[in-house]
């Protein structure tokens, strides 16, 4: 049986924790690296930290945060926001990230993927996909979910791994901060499209909400913010509602 991951996110803007709904009205809530040790100490799987502002603002990696954290972080993490060459990655992954997530540079140039997959290897690469339904189809969406591409979610899931993505972050921005549960429908669409592990994002308010994504779902790990940071529940103890639905969970 898959075990099944856990990750909260930590969406960083000006060196701060915020959090909003469907990518707006964003909210402070708190320091990154006390957030981080406290998910670490509490069972989270791995940490995902993204600068949020980094395309729309045309802002750098955020080495200094990175090694913060990783001299105090014992599980893996992911950072996202500014890499936009080969370079990019490798600071962050000397800073100590375990795996770097591309957005807008990886659209951008996407041959960018592959350049990464050759000198890291696959299991470095995470593809970020911000995507919202229009009409019957889902859109792939660029700076923060300011503007459209021209492309639909499963074709650039399916392009992005043949190019060398080892994960696909999904984020569905109709359902980010509601908390009234993940968009199940897009997250098995592209689960049984690609061949390589997926992360649902957008939604989670309750752990109903991750027994039904992992249970209707091919997704390998859920990933949230607001369940966490408000202090309702802790990734050790979602993990021990999700044993009792016979979910496997690492413990």
Known sequence: ?????????????????????????????????????????????????LNITASVNNEPVILELVERISSNLFIPFTVGG??????????????????????????????????????FGRQCVVLSIDTRRERESWIVTTHSATKNAALSCLEWAQQATELGAGEILLNAIDTDGHRNGFSLDITAEVSATVNVPVIASGGAGAPE?????????????????????DGSWTPNKLKQYLTYREIEVRL
Do not use: W
């Open 82 to 119: 500014g890499i936009r060459s080969v370079a990019d990655a490798r600071s962050l992954l000397r800073a100590g990230a375990d795996k770097v997530a591309l957005n807008t540079a990886a659209l951008n140039q996407p041959e960018l993927l592959k350049q990464l997959a050759d000198e």
């Open 209 to 229: 909400h991750f027994a039904q994504v992992f249970a209707n779902t091919g997704a390998s790990a859920a990933l949230a913010a607001s369940i966490f940071h």
């Open 1 to 49: 049986m898959l075990t099944r991951r856990i990750i909260p996110c930590l969406d960083i803007k000006e060196g701060r924790v915020v959090k909003g709904v469907s990518f707006a009205n964003l909210r402070d809530m708190g320091e990154p690296l006390e957030l981080a040790r406290d998910y670490a100490a509490n069972g989270a799987d791995e940490l995902c930290f």
